[in-house]
């Protein structure tokens, strides 16, 4: 388990990885509409602004949402 194997992250853990976690994280309802279309750029731009500012007020530019965790491990280990 992630956790066990980093004591030292904040707490509560917040598992979002879908793979993972076998419950669903409360979205609320949302369009259907929103389920057919890829986010815009103006659209990943206020995404990514967001979650600096959850993260503790970080610089959009240290954030980037990729389509999911095996992308993000990928670019990782190129830089």
Do not use: C, N
């Amino acid at each position: 388990m992630a956790a066990a194997r980093f004591p030292a992250a904040p707490q509560p853990w917040l598992d979002l990885s879908t793979g993972i976690s076998p419950w669903a994280y409360p979205v609320g309802e949302i369009e259907l509409g929103i389920w057919q279309h890829l986010p815009s750029g103006e659209d990943l731009v206020e995404l990514e602004a967001a979650a600096a500012q959850a993260f503790g007020g970080v610089s959009p530019d240290q954030v980037v949402a990729v389509p999911g965790t095996d992308f993000a491990i990928r670019l990782m280990a190129k830089h």
